[in-house]
């Protein structure tokens, strides 16, 4: 069994900041890759930033240089730092991670996610 446990989020005025973390826990061999997506109401989740075991980095678009990824390997933690945040921003905000474990006798990679966390940017 796997679980992903997400913390940080909350209320922040615009051009504020907000630290999110994600810690993956339980049956683990690896994990290839680690990140956060975004959705708000009547529309898709979509990508914000992820990060790959080997410190290869992806980032949306509109995060334009705002938003920093970093993990601890050791720790099986990502972390997603958001600057100069905008209520564009808001959003229930969700870790996703890729997760080898030992099913049966044999290696499965799956992706996992979180709960999700409240991000809302408002003045």
């Known amino acids: 069994q796997v679980q992903i446990v997400e913390s940080g989020g909350g209320l922040v005025q615009p051009g504020g900041s907000l630290s999110l973390s994600c810690q993956a826990s339980?049956?683990?061999?690896?994990?290839?890759?680690m990140g956060w997506y975004r959705q708000v109401p009547g529309k898709q989740r979509e990508l914000v930033a992820e990060?790959?075991?080997?410190?290869?980095?992806d980032f949306a678009d509109f995060v334009e240089g705002r938003f920093t990824i970093s993990r601890d390997n050791a720790k099986n933690t990502v972390y997603l730092q958001m600057n100069n945040l905008k209520p564009g921003d808001t959003a229930v905000y969700y870790c996703?991670?890729?997760?080898?474990?030992?099913?049966?006798?044999?290696?499965?990679?799956?992706?996992?996610w979180g709960q999700g966390t409240q991000v809302t940017v408002s003045s």
């Open positions: 996703a991670a890729d997760i080898s474990s030992i099913r049966q006798a044999s290696t499965t990679t799956l992706r996992y």
């Open positions: 990060m790959t075991v080997h410190g290869d980095r």
């Open positions: 339980g049956n683990i061999v690896s994990i290839y890759s």
